[in-house]
Nanobody, 116 residues
Framework: VQVVESGGGVVQAGESLKLSCEFS????????MGWYRQKPGKERELVAT???????KYGDSVNGRFTISRDNTKNTAYLEMSSLEPEDTAVYYC???????????WGQGTQVTVSS
């Protein structure tokens, strides 16, 4: 299994950004997809997860500004981020977790920098 993130970059506070996570190597709909982020000097934290049927859960830090989605026909998960704040600056990682097991895979991460 391989997951590859894309879409990171530098934006100004208040702007939006959409991240993509391309999945390969298995049957996409069997995997729960998630986005996590790691700020400098901090532990990796949950941003959002989504099941194959579209059931989404969000971390406390999101506060309704982010939306996770997936397209099972394109083997891709997305994270739409709006009203970005400098505190959202982090490396964002995609995770694929096989339903009902501990088997999971991480991408290499994509940097998101929000300037004030």
């Amino acid at each position: 299994v391989q997951v590859v993130e894309s879409g990171g970059g530098v934006v100004q506070a208040g702007e939006s950004l959409k991240l993509s996570c391309e999945f390969s190597g298995s049957i996409f709909r069997l995997w729960v997809m998630g986005w996590y982020r790691q700020k400098p000097g901090k532990e990796r934290e949950l941003v959002a997860t989504i099941t194959s049927t579209g059931n989404a859960k969000y971390g406390d830090s999101v506060n309704g500004r982010f939306t996770i989605s997936r397209d099972n026909t394109k083997n891709t998960a997305y994270l739409e981020m709006s009203s970005l704040e400098p505190e959202d600056t982090a490396v964002y990682y995609c995770n694929a977790k096989y339903g009902g097991t501990l088997e999971n895979y991480w991408g290499q991460g994509t940097q998101v920098t929000v300037s004030s």
